[in-house]
Structures are given as structure tokens and as C-alpha cells.
């Protein structure tokens, strides 16, 4: 008889603050180029922002709650002071890497500088620039005539100066300037001295021009220290019965500027009158999350760090290849036809999304383009082509999600241009988010309807898709077409249900299909045949299929975990854990395909999902997950797979003992998706 153990969980915010240290590691570690690194620390900053603006909001607003209202295992005190000791660990660790790369980038005639590093020639030059380019954006603020703690926005840095005059005894005065980084670049690229090159921030231009800005007002002297604020971003949506949906959110977004501080971070040399007077302007209080730290913040910037011109310093180029099968200047509906296709990205170019909705546009037999959009690029070809299909006569429908999380601003610009266009919006679904990814095309054939479909595991995004690792299937197959065409009818009539026959969907039956699976493994296993399963999501939180998981486990079945972010289950525990195995992959490219494979009696089930294992993506949201029918593409999936399970490179072993150590393993060494580019595109 299996003894009973009580299960043992990781935190889900101390296993995302472990898996953003995954990406720190990344920075470090010198089998990646070091302007990569670079790079890897502007990743690791941002995730880090966002951490603070959602889970330790969340947790702050716990703390004024009535302890019966939440989850009684959290205890948001005790876990706000265990995130801070982890966040400062990280944070000496990052402090270090950053010096550390800026020495290396000095080896290679790379010179990152400051204000009090330049030369007269040099100092001419960024005189002329800040005249001419930086200039006209500053606006200074006295910070003794601040009116209430609205005035420094999250997202941005600021330069808090001290005002000193030598020719009167008066004290000292403050002000604020607000770093214009939307408007001009963060970094300037100075002339080349030599083979040298030389490298400053925009904040150390502004240093260095602070006379041209106050000498006016008497003062001779000048001194400013980085501050930066970040924002409880939750938003409150304040449903009034009077007013449009996409009023309300519009009118949440802008609240948002105005959410209670989280966390306060500032340079560490600023004397402690200005920290002083900065937290009560700012309402900062004393048991708030208040870090001092280096001389520059939001490192986010690094992500868009400047080409030099140092290929050798970047990533060697993996350009996305045409799918084998998809031949320039055929028709990929005429494809699909004839069988299923799946589109593996950034391997494979996403240019054939656009090219298939060109041609739907276009097509005089295609009568309608239905299609869900949660993040859409910058300058979205996607929209682009819809907006074109709608000119044409198309009877165009999208699902805009409005509240998907920071950008819901682009999200409301997006659906006032279809609107414009003609094309039939839907904004929401109350209670819910749409995070499926679902695009339908019905085309009339022989006096028929015939339905075209793709399902993927991430955003029909021209710009992700050039460095997030999804999957997308293109089929005709009726009897995924049709769940996917009810699935479009449930979203415009939110009340209405339908019998799905192939596509698994949340909030209906997701979780309870899947644990129907793992129940199915278990009855397998203790019949004595083969039972595994592999699960590759990009977090598995959800306690109940958590639980599930390790009774699976305790059968007998062998499980093995490709998770990117948040693992919540604890692998290798003995007599809980000990048949799973996990591990997460971070490298170049952002893992965010989500592949689930049942042994099912070596007859195995493959599926593709939107949908991460947690409770939200299972209760409040709409999610779709799809079967895999065709075996080639089954064949190519189980490939990839097992390359990121032989991964020995940039596998990280998820489980017991020290966090995020490398996983090594003998023979060859193994980057899956160094090896998983070489597969796709004939290499290897």
C-alpha cells in the first residue's frame, strides 16, 4: 500500500522568481556572445518589473484582506519578505554580471562611459547632440511642488538633481527629470577614436548638459541620482452598466498610472535628505519594497542595445525558413487540402500566416475570415490583411481581447481601426479572457461550406513569432473545423453551448480531460503495459492536476516536464515524485509552445494549446486545445521533443536540491534549438 504523503508544492512567485533566474544565468554564461548577455540582463530587468507590478501587487492588496477571503497557505507577509531576500540576491548577482560584461565589452575596444569620462572632443560632441536631439523632451519638475505621488510614471527612469548655488548661502534645492527614452534612444553611439568605440547612456548625457538646463536659476552645481517607481498594474474594472466595455477598460488603463507604488529603487550615493524628501513626495513608506542599487536602472533598454557592428559579439543568424511543403507563389489553401500542415516558428517563417490570409482575402470563393487576436504587433501585417479582406467583401470577424495584460492600449487602438473598416469586433466575454488562437476560413466549394483552420500555442504576431518557439497546425479536417467554427459561435453568443468532438476547451472541460488521460496512464500501468506522458507548457501551477500528477507518478507512470517559467510540482521526490522528471530550457529563443503527449498503450495522443496547466488558463479563460491527427506531424513533434529532453546545454533540472542547475549528461553535447533548426531545415 502506496503510503499517504502530504503533497509538496513550490511556491508559484518563488518558482517564477527561480525561473527568472534561469535568465540571469543566461547573461553569465560565455557560450552566448556578449552582446547577447547584454541583452539577457535587459530580459531578466523587465520580467522583473513585471513581477512587481502583478504578483507582488497581488500580494500587497492580500495584505489588507480578510485572511479567509484567499488562499489560508499564503501568508503574504512572510512570502513578501522571502521574495525580498531572493529579488536582493538576484540583484547583487545582476550588479556583478553587468560590471563584468562591461570589462569584457573593454577587451574588444568597446568602451561604455560616463559624463567624467569624456574628452574635450567628445564632450563637444554630446553637447551638440543633447542640443539638437534631447533637449526639446525635458521638462523639469520642482520636487518641492509636487502635488501628489502621480508625478513619476511607472515604466520610466528619472534623474533626481541637487541644486547647489556657491554664490548665496541659501540651502539647496531638488528637481525631477523624466529620462525621455520613448522619444530618443537610451544609448549614444560616439565617434570612432581609433578602433575604438565608446558607448553612453542618455542619462549620463543629460548629467553632463544639467548647466544647460538650470544655469538660469543661479545654480553652479549639480548632482543627480537614477530614481525609478513601479506600479500596482492590476487593473480594476469598475463595470458600468452605462457605458461600453471598451470604455471601461479604456478608462481602467488610465488608472493604471495612478496604482499604488510597489517597489521604489534608487542610486545609492543620493544623500539621504533627497531619499527622504523623494519618499514623502512619492508616498513611499517605510515597510514598502525600497532598494538602493547601482547608478542605472530599467536595464529593459539593454534589449535594444545599439549595432556596433561586431557580428562576432551576436548571435550567429538563424533565418527563418519556408516550410518544406509550402512553395513560394502556390496556394497554401489548395495545400491544405490536401493535408495537414503545421507551421513551427521562428524556425519557419511566419510569412505564410500573412500569405494565407492574402490570399483568402483575395480569393473569390472565400465568404468569411474569422479569427481571435490577443497581441498584435507594432505595424500588424495580420490586421493588415484582415482590414484588405473586409475591402474586398469578406465578411471579416475578430475576437479582440482587450484585457490582455499591458496591451490593452494597442488592443483598443486595433479594434477601432477594424471597426472603422468594417469589420465585425467582439470585445469581450464577461468573466473571461479569449486567449485562444483560432483562425477560420470558410470558403464555398461546390455550392458547399468548406472551413479552413489554424490553431497555434502563441499570438498570430509577426514580431514574436521571430524569437518565441510556437507551433501552429493548418488543417481542412472537418472534425477540427467544425468544433472551431462552433468555438467562433460560443464566443459571439456567449451563452449558447456545443458539443465539441475534437477541440478540448477551457472553461468547459480542459482540466477534466486531461486528468481523464492521466487516470487512463494509471489504469495502464497498473495492467502492466506501457504508461508515460510527456508535458511541455510554459507554467503547470493548477494544484488539483499538480496532485494528480504525483498520483500518477506513485502508479508507475514516467513523466517527464519541459517547462519554461513556474513549476509548482516538485520532481524526484522518493514516494511522491520519484517517475517525474523535469526540466526547463532558456536560450536565444523564448519556449512557448505547449505539446502534451500521452503514451495511451503505445497508440500515443498528441496535442497542441493556448493553454498553460493553471487556474486561470482552466476556469477563466477561453482556451483551446486541439488533437493531432496527421503522423508526419506527429513524427516531427516527437522529434523535437525528445531533442529538448536530450538537451544537455541549456536544460536546466527542475526538482530537489540546488535551483536551475545545469543538466549534464554524457556523449554529445546537445542545444535543442540549435539541433531543432538544423531538423526543420534539412540540416540535421
Known sequence: MIPRIKPQMLNREIGWLYFNERVLQEAVDERNPLIERLKFLGIFSNNRDEFFRVRVATLNRLLNVEKGLYDTEINPKKLLNEIGELVLSQEKKFQFIFESIVEEFAEHDIHIINEKQLTAKQGEYVRKYFQEQVRVFLFPLMISSLKDNSTLVDKSIYLAVKLESSLTETGPDYALIEVPTKSVSRFLILPKEGKSQYVMLLDDVIRFCLSEIFFLFGYDTYNAYTVKVTRDAELDIDIDVSKSFLEVMAESIKQRRLGNPVRFVYDNSMPKELLKLLRKKINIRKDDPIRGGGRYHNFKDFTEFPDLKHPELEYPPLPPQRHPEINPNSSIISLVQQKDIMLHFPYQTFRHVIDLLREASIDPHVRSIKMTIYRAAKNSSVINALINAARNGKYVTVYMELQARFDEEANIFWAGRLHEEGVKVIHSIPGFKVHSKLLLIRRKENSENVFYSMISTGNFNEDTARIYADDSLLTADPRICQDVANAFHQMESAYKSFRYKSLILSPFNMRNHFIRL??????????????????????????????????????????????????????????????????????????????????????????????????????????????????????????????????????????????????????????????IYQYLTGGG
Request: some cysteine; glycine content about 6%; overall charge positive.
Open 518 to 675: 492521466l487516470n487512463q496512464e494509471i489504469k495502464n500501468a497498473k495492467a502492466g503495459k506501457d504508461a508515460w506522458a510527456i508535458i511541455k507548457l510554459n507554467n503547470l501551477v493548477d494544484k488539483i492536476i499538480v496532485k494528480k500528477l504525483y498520483k500518477t507518478s506513485q502508479a508507475g507512470v514516467k513523466i517527464n516536464l519541459i517547462i519554461r517559467g513556474i513549476c509548482v510540482p516538485i520532481p524526484g521526490i522518493a514516494g511522491l515524485s520519484e517517475n517525474i522528471e523535469g526540466i526547463s530550457i532558456v536560450d536565444r529563443f523564448l519556449e512557448h509552445s505547449r505539446v502534451i503527449v500521452f503514451c495511451n498503450d503505445n497508440n500515443p495522443l498528441y496535442y497542441i494549446t493556448s493553454a498553460d496547466w493553471m487556474i486561470r488558463n482552466f476556469d477563466n479563460r477561453i482556451e483551446v486545445a486541439c488533437p493531432v491527427y496527421d503522423e508526419a506531424i506527429k513524427k516531427d513533434l516527437w522529434k523535437m521533443l525528445q531533442i529538448q529532453l536530450s538537451d544537455n546545454t541549456k536544460a536546466r533540472i527542475l526538482g530537489e536540491g540546488k535551483p536551475n542547475a545545469y543538466r549534464k549528461t554524457r556523449g554529445p553535447k546537445v542545444r535543442s534549438q540549435e539541433a
